[in-house]
């Protein structure tokens, strides 16, 4: 290691944290053609459902990590402000005159400065800290407007929520939004925009101040910036773009409830961004996707689903805190070392047994819920493609069986694992 | 006169109630300067833990055994859960403690089911203490209330007069000293949050039983806890007591005296308007004092948050 304290702009390798500072365009111009091609993948209409209800939690869960990952600030109630701007856009596709004065592709604008209102409001005394006192104001803050709904009926419309119709809005070039197709497009414009904004708002002063303030807000007040008004500005910007996925979310489904509002919304958006993975930007967009597929594909298959989403955000908690980007960013090392192909061997060796193991604890846990809570008489079950009695013995052993085993051959080769990962990550050095 | 003391014995029988969940939480806070999402959740284990247990053995053995097997999930849960995540920091210390309330939650459906649990008041206690004017007071609420006092008074006791509670009010504000004089501070913080889920577990028995056995009941008293403890000062065992006991008081108060908002209004000199339907202020108008019951709690939260940060007991920020 050298001493040298100043580096030398010219070569951009010295630029303090170069990677981190250098703008490249190509992920982005990837990811817009990958979004163009989607629909000629996968053509079917609840794909198609699927896809903007990810687009939308890709959108909300980046504005959420603006809070969490960049500014350090654990929000429990930030599905308030996408319930909110949400609302809002309902209400002007209730209001015909306004509404028609205007295409659709703006209106998600007018759910974001709603958000910002809100956030402003909120912001101006939740700000102060960080840490518990900050993520239990959001969590009484969010508590209230929620339990507001059904108070405030004007205009969070009581129990039963409140619906329009988007194809009322100003034709845009001849496009009404009749279909899902369309709406997906839209929705798929806004989070190339929304993401590209949010990034490029994390490479601005304003974004780099928000990591020095959740690293040291000690230090970053003695060099002169109010940590507070540096937390505002991340909080208000967040509650912008929740605001827009709100807004996405009143033109895909034409109505919000108080569901949209609550604790428990706001609860997932934590789980998926956490999930993903905070300390990288790329991470809630992978948290977004997987989480929603987790959701619509598992939930189809099994009434437990929301138990295993459960365990799989507690183990992520408190094995992997770096979440899914953390464990994928763990291996740019070893690539870059060339070593990638000395982990294949016992990566199959530790994770094949590992997942049969997990797959046979799952159905253990299955069987028990189905001997336990099925109708009585009803002692068949089907699973993994298998039909069979759940009141005999064997397909229990047979289980049991499996879980056992499977964690115990990957119990034995983690220890190889490990000597693998350290050769892969020490080689470099010694060539 | 004689509703006003009905409503008096009512809100402190919620009060102690969730001071019963504040006084743990508040102590595991002070302790740990974290913020156990999952306390409420470990007051609904308590429950259904009593419930199983009472079928077999009865209330009694379930008031006695089920809080001793909360404190020892919990006392598990810090020594294998909270202490492995602390060495990231306080922000996933927290996530984890969400983590596992949705957890607790998601378990709880899965081995009882999504239904209320049949589990009822011992027959010893139902019966009518007294009557204030015509209004009943069940033998139940005393119960809970004495329950709650001496658990109160116990915890007191132990914590200013006894060595162990010497050695723990010392764990709290100087850990590091503690340590060097030879005590064991990790056994002393996970005998705590022991100590803090018991107490929970205790509430969840007692309450198990009035407010109804089902998987939503961590949720529904879980924020009101949190309020409860932000509105006393995060820290402050009085302050939690104080906090409890007025919101026991004020939601109590609020639902059973209809006091609706247009009354108000009208009482200050502001006119009722003529085409009320139309109205954009419409909900504000109509709305009564049962309604906003709930979230009373959550705007005193507000209000102290804005204009009292501390918290009512609060010595300073954090």
């Not at chain 1, 009581?158 to 197709?181: C, K, V």
């Not at chain 2, 419409?282 to 005193?300: F, G, K, N």
């Amino acid at each position: 290691m050298s001493d040298q304290l100043t580096t030398d702009p010219s070569k951009p390798a010295q630029r303090m944290r170069a990677g981190s500072m250098s703008l490249t365009l190509m992920p982005w111009i990837i990811a817009a053609i990958a979004l163009i091609l989607m629909p000629y993948i996968f053509t079917s209409n609840s794909a198609l459902t699927i896809m903007n209800q990810m687009w939308i939690t890709v959108i909300f869960a980046l504005a959420y990590n603006m809070l969490l990952g960049q500014g350090g600030m654990l929000s429990f109630g930030h599905a308030v402000y996408a319930g909110v701007g949400g609302f809002a856009c309902m209400h002007i596709m209730n209001m015909s005159d306004l509404f028609a004065s205007f295409p659709l592709p703006v209106l998600p604008i007018f759910g974001g400065l709603f958000g910002i209102g809100l956030a402003m409001i909120v912001g101006a005394f939740s700000t102060r800290n960080a840490g518990t006192v900050f993520a239990m104001i959001s969590l009484g803050v969010g508590e209230l407007i929620a339990a507001c709904s059904v108070i405030i009926v004007a205009f969070f419309g009581g129990e039963e929520g409140i619906s329009g119709d988007r194809t009322y809005a100003m034709p845009f070039f001849g496009n009404e939004f009749l279909q899902q197709i369309d709406v997906y497009y839209l929705t798929s414009f806004w989070v190339i925009l929304a993401a590209a904004l949010m990034y490029l708002l994390s490479r601005t002063p304003v974004g780099r101040m928000a990591n020095a303030v959740r690293d040291n807000p000690e230090r970053a007040e003695f060099l002169g910036y109010s940590a507070r008004w540096v937390r505002f500005y991340s909080f208000v910007a967040s509650g912008f773009f929740a605001g827009i996925a709100g807004g996405l979310f009143a033109i895909n489904y034409e109505i919000l409830t108080e569901e949209n509002l609550n604790t428990a919304s706001s609860g997932v958006i934590l789980l998926v961004t956490f999930l993903g993975g905070v300390g990288f930007f790329f991470g809630p967009i992978i948290g977004a996707i997987v989480f929603t597929l987790v959701q619509t594909v598992l939930s189809l298959q099994t009434e437990l689903w929301a138990f295993y989403a459960g365990s799989l955000f507690v183990a992520t908690v408190m094995f992997f805190p770096g979440g899914l980007a953390g464990l994928l960013m763990m291996h740019v090392p070893v690539f870059k070392l060339g070593n990638a192909k000395q982990l294949i061997q016992p990566y199959i060796k530790t994770l094949l047994p590992a997942a049969i193991g997990i797959l046979g604890v799952c159905a253990l846990v299955e069987m028990t819920f189905h001997f336990r809570h099925a109708s009585i008489g009803d002692d068949e079950m089907t699973l993994f493609w298998t039909t069979f009695d759940s009141h005999t013995l064997l397909p229990w052993l047979i289980a049991g069986a499996v879980a056992l085993i499977g964690i115990g051959i990957a119990k034995r080769n983690a220890s190889e694992l490990k000597e693998a990962w350290d050769a892969a990550n020490t080689a470099g050095d010694a060539s | 006169m004689e509703l006003i003391l009905v409503n008096i014995i009512d809100g402190l029988v919620t009060g102690l109630l969730l001071f019963m969940l504040s006084a743990g939480l508040t102590l595991i806070f002070s302790m740990m300067g974290v913020l156990n999402f999952a306390h409420a959740s470990f007051y609904m284990l308590g429950a259904y833990f009593a419930y199983q247990i009472s079928i077999a053995l009865g209330f009694w053995m379930g008031l006695l055994i089920a809080p001793l097997i909360v404190g020892v999930l919990g006392a598990g849960v810090e020594r294998y859960g909270l202490r492995r995540v602390h060495q990231y920091g306080h922000v996933p210390e927290l996530i984890f403690t969400f983590g596992l309330a949705l957890l607790i939650e998601e378990l709880v459906q899965f081995i009882w089911g999504k239904n209320q649990m049949p589990y009822s008041i011992p027959e010893v206690l139902n019966f009518t203490a007294f009557s204030i004017a015509g209004n009943s007071i069940p033998a139940y609420k005393i119960f809970m209330i004495f329950i709650s006092v001496a658990i109160f008074i116990g915890l007191l006791y132990i914590l200013t007069r006894t060595r162990v509670g010497m050695i723990i009010q010392a764990a709290l504000s100087y850990p590091r000293t503690v340590e060097a004089l030879g005590h064991n501070v990790p056994l002393i913080f996970m005998g705590v949050f022991g100590v803090g889920t018991a107490l929970a577990g205790v509430a969840g028995v007692i309450a198990g039983p009035v407010l109804g056995t089902f998987p939503g009941m961590a949720f529904v008293l879980g924020s009101i806890v949190f309020v409860t403890i932000v509105i006393g000062g995060l820290g402050s065992l009085w302050g939690a007591l104080v906090a409890s006991l007025l919101i026991g008081w004020i939601t109590t108060f609020a639902k059973s005296y209809n006091l609706a908002m247009s009354d108000v209004f009208n009482a200050v000199g502001i006119a009722t308007p003529e085409n009320l339907s139309d109205h954009w202020l419409r909900d504000l108008w109509t709305v009564t004092s049962p309604q906003i019951a709930d979230i009373l709690p959550y705007i005193l939260m507000v209000l102290i948050l804005i204009f009292r940060p501390a918290g009512l007991f609060g010595k300073r920020h954090s």
